[in-house]
């Protein structure tokens, strides 16, 4: 159970074969084995992708490579953080447009997945997505626009309090000149305010990197950041004392985000029943995670539209704020699509997109109703099942029994293991992280 | 600041309504408190209130254009409207040439414009002003959304699941309630539950055990209550709406925006009768900080062509009496522009309100464009008045008890009998 959690919640869960490899290991190596990713060597998901010829300036087809990764790498954390940094460091296609940018974007996230924040805080700013999602490359000197400056402060760095209306238009004229040509961050010297700027209360002729510094030294960024990592990882309600520890950690390794990372996933909290299924599934882990804990073979073409119509178009949020996550991601228009995308695995069929649960029974040798039941409520709820739940299943799969023997399946056999799976995949505990 | 960085943080987490932490063991307790407590607003059971979300923050200087004021060309030369290509509505204003369509339901008097709406100490922020105007305040003591509190005043022993509808992907936060769910709806054709595709027949049996998992076992998971809530509602609500699809038939021809396609499916649920009291539905993009005339030009067409459809559509199905419709967004724009063609955050702006009960015309005052903070304008016109508005005259609402504060006066837009 705690593997799993930390599995799911570090990454995007486990087939059989990863979970008995992670709990052969054991707990803190899994850690250090998810934290120092980049001595996993992750070439297998590269060469899979790359035999797929996708086209990644093109929205859906970076949407497929982005899901596909999250299913098959070995590298789960750094892909999670990818998806942590997307949602706060948010841009969206909608605007910024066919071209290399968002992937860029991508890259990015992944490329410091793990690193130290005023180093993304300041890339990220001159991101050409960034540049274009937030009007940066039009900002000049002569009336600035105040859409990046605002932004960075409120959603990115302190959270609203902390500034005044003045911070926002002077921090606004520190990033004047910041373009954009041939795609790539330019310095238009003569649109930037070389002025003396006043910007939480101190003075100074401040370029867009000084504000991104005097940001990082003011405390409620910490506090920000941290509140949002353990949010995110953990619970929604975070005590102060764990917070202070966490903001502690983050100052003293000058922002480093591994640090920080590295302690919330070997704390009391994170193991802690009110970290356990505390938090819904997003529906990018919702759809990943099921393909992947279930070991299906997939080139992603049906997942992206899926996972859209669930509440979360990745590559383009609905706004600045990213998704706000949690009950936001729960309404009946988005629980029916999972409820629907439970059936479209358990009931699929087909040569390109195939979930065979008998040969999942063959292979396990069940002989029983209740063994078939134990099997699923193992590999996809960590074995934790509400007796009465366990026994809904139950009932409604009886008469599997010697399934495992019949060479050809019947009908009953065949609509009853997959119902079964379908229904542990609709099940409420299913629905949360 | 009026609003410290603690409660801002807790107001954000309100998005996230308070009963969804509740375990389900709970749950019962929750709604039937609510049920005893009804307002007695299940006046007018027959009315309709479309709330239409412009989201981003719309400016109003260029929707409802001050054009006999020179002020208004000096402060924005590079987005600013010459007059003679507006749609004047008077001597001194008109509306933005995108707009025809809209013109026309003004010519018929059916369409009021409400001036200098806001509140007092804008928030500049998209986040924390959405949720002012969302919940109906700065208060801590407004939880849930203004539309949601309306609900909890409704009698649901005999809805279908439908008191409300919301049209997306995402429950707007003004209609959040600790009452089963209001259904959100994308389309149609989505909304509806699937079963094995080769076994038809055990499509009932199975869907029953569906429903006893969500509902049989007291969980002490956080999201236990909305996760048994939303699946009933869901499954209530879809089939009640694949019943009315059946029946019903467009009279115009929609405009294939996704504002037009989510007014084409209210309009649907309403000439369905499945007993909408509320509709949702959100326009984004308005956040024009640069190349504001082309952009603003195609979100205003899109709502103006949308609305009229929609208008019309009711109309022809004899529902045009029964339905009142209240544009909103977080605020208005700068006066003043930026060098990249657009504005920036501001504060006061009109919005709409349309129907056949509507006494169309010009409300509120103007604000004034010699009086400005910051650049910005002075808001006449409190939004919680236009919300009593359309509780008290139009869903026969107490508003006092909604908006949690003293009755306002109300505008005399929905005031005839």
Same mark, same amino acid.
């Given at each position: 159970m705690r593997m799993g959690h930390l599995l799911r919640r570090a990454g995007f869960g486990a087939n059989e074969e990863e979970m008995d490899r992670f709990l052969a290991m054991g707990e803190e190596a899994t850690v250090e084995y998810l934290i120092e990713? @980049?001595?996993?060597?992750?070439s297998a998901l590269e060469k899979r992708l790359t035999g797929? =010829?996708? =086209?990644? @300036?093109k929205l859906r087809d970076l949407q497929r490579w982005s899901l596909l990764r999250m299913i098959y790498t070995q590298r789960p954390l750094q892909e999670k953080m990818v998806l942590f940094w997307h949602g706060l460091l948010t841009s969206a296609?909608?605007?910024?447009?066919?071209?290399p940018y968002m992937l860029n974007q991508d890259q990015l996230f992944r490329r410091q997945?793990?690193? @130290?924040y005023d180093v993304l805080l300041k890339a990220i700013s001159r991101d050409s997505a960034m540049l274009i999602w937030l009007d940066s490359r039009v900002n000049n000197k002569k009336a600035p626009n105040e859409n990046f400056a605002r932004e960075l402060m @409120?959603?990115?760095?302190?959270?609203?309090?902390?500034?005044?209306e003045t911070d926002v238009r002077e921090s606004a004229r520190a990033f004047t000149g910041w373009g954009l040509k041939k795609k790539e961050f330019l310095f238009r010297a003569n649109q930037h305010d070389y002025g003396t700027k006043t910007f939480l209360g101190r003075t100074g002729e401040y370029s867009g990197d000084d504000i991104v510094d005097i940001i990082m030294e003011h405390p409620a960024t910490a506090n920000f950041v941290c509140r949002r990592l353990f949010t995110f990882f953990v619970h929604d309600g975070p005590d102060a004392a764990t917070l202070a520890s966490l903001v502690w950690t983050f100052n003293d390794t000058r922002y480093s985000v591994k640090a920080v990372m590295r302690r919330i996933l070997t704390s009391l909290e994170f193991y802690s029943s009110k970290a356990y299924r505390a938090k819904i599934k997003s529906p990018a882990e919702f759809v990943a995670g099921t393909v992947r804990m279930l070991g299906i073979e997939t080139d992603?073409?049906?997942l992206n539209a899926l996972t859209d119509r669930m509440g979360q178009i990745l590559f383009s949020?609905? =706004?600045?704020?990213g998704w706000p996550g949690g009950a936001a991601w729960i309404n009946s228009s988005t629980l029916l699509q999972r409820l629907n995308f439970a059936n479209k695995i358990a009931t699929?069929?087909?040569?390109s997109f195939k979930f065979d649960p008998l040969q999942v029974a063959q292979d396990h040798g069940f002989n029983t109703t209740a063994a078939a039941v134990n099997h699923f409520i193992s590999l996809l709820l960590d074995g934790q099942a509400p007796s009465q739940d366990r026994q809904i299943l139950l009932d409604y799969a009886q008469?599997? =029994?010697?399934?495992?023997?019949?060479?050809n399946p019947s009908a009953t056999v065949d609509e009853k293991l997959r119902s079964l799976v379908y229904l542990v995949m609709s099940s409420p505990d299913f629905q949360l992280a | 600041m009026l609003i410290s960085r603690r409660n801002f943080l807790k107001s954000s987490v309100a998005l996230v309504p308070a009963?969804?932490?509740?375990?389900?063991?709970f749950r019962r307790a929750v709604a039937s408190s609510i049920l005893e407590?009804?307002?007695?607003?299940? %006046?007018?059971?027959d009315r309709t209130l479309v709330v239409v979300q412009m989201a981003g923050g719309n400016d109003g200087l260029n929707t $409802?254009?001050?054009?006999?004021?020179?002020r208004y060309y000096d402060h924005r030369p590079n987005v600013a409207i010459p007059g003679g290509d507006l749609l004047h509505l008077n001597s001194e204003v008109g509306l933005h040439p995108a707009m025809s369509k809209l013109k026309e339901l003004w010519d018929e008097g059916v369409l009021a414009i409400v001036e200098g709406v806001g509140y007092q100490n /804008?928030?500049?922020?998209h986040f924390e002003s959405m949720h002012i105007w969302q919940t109906g305040g700065?208060?801590? #003591?407004?939880?849930?959304?203004w539309l949601g509190r309306y609900f909890d005043t409704?009698?649901?022993? /005999?809805? /279908?699941?439908?008191?409300g509808m919301a049209v997306g992907r995402i429950l707007p936060p003004?209609?959040? #309630?600790?009452?089963a769910p209001i259904p959100v709806v994308e389309s149609v054709a989505l909304y509806q539950l699937h079963s094995d595709p080769r076994y038809p027949d055990a499509a009932q049996i199975r869907a029953d055990s569906l429903l006893k998992l969500y509902s049989a076992s007291p969980r002490e998971t956080p999201y236990a209550v909305l996760l048994d809530n939303t699946v009933e509602a869901a499954y209530k609500s879809s089939q009640a709406l694949q019943e009315a699809d059946k029946a019903y038939r467009s009279a115009v021809e929609y405009p294939s925006t996704s504002l037009g396609k989510g007014l084409r499916l209210l309009s649907e649920a309403i000439i369905g009768d499945l007993g909408i009291r509320v509709g949702h539905v959100t326009i984004g993009g308005?956040? #024009?900080? %640069?190349? /504001?005339p082309k952009d603003h030009d195609n979100l205003l067409r899109t709502v103006s062509e949308a609305l009229y459809a929609f208008y019309q559509d009711l109309k022809a199905h004899g529902k045009d009496r029964n339905v009142v419709i209240m544009t909103w967004s977080e605020f208005g724009r700068r006066v003043k522009s930026n060098d990249s063609d657009g504005t920036d955050h501001g504060s006061a702006a009109p919005l709409f309100i349309l129907g056949t009960p509507v006494a169309g015309g010009l409300y509120g005052e103007r604000p004034d464009l010699g009086y400005l903070y910051n650049d910005n304008l002075n808001f006449t016109t409190d939004f919680r008045t236009v919300y009593a508005t359309v509780l008290e005259d139009? $869903?026969?609402?107490?508003s006092e008890a909604i908006l949690g504060q003293k009755r306002l006066d109300t505008l005399p837009i929905l005031s005839a009998p």
């Open positions: 990713y @980049e001595t996993v060597d992750d797929l =010829d996708l =086209d990644l @300036e296609f909608k605007k910024v447009g066919k071209g997945a793990l690193g @130290e @409120e959603l990115f760095s302190m959270g609203i309090g902390p500034y005044t992603g073409r049906p949020p609905f =706004d600045v704020s699929a069929r087909g040569r008469g599997l =029994d010697g399934l495992s023997a019949s060479g | 009963y969804a932490f509740l375990p389900s063991v407590s009804p307002t007695g607003s299940a %006046a007018f059971p $409802l254009v001050p054009y006999s004021d020179n /804008q928030s500049y922020s700065r208060s801590d #003591t407004l939880n849930n959304g409704l009698d649901r022993s /005999q809805d /279908q699941g439908f008191r003004e209609c959040s #309630t600790p009452h308005f956040d #024009t900080h %640069a190349n /504001q139009w $869903l026969g609402a107490s």
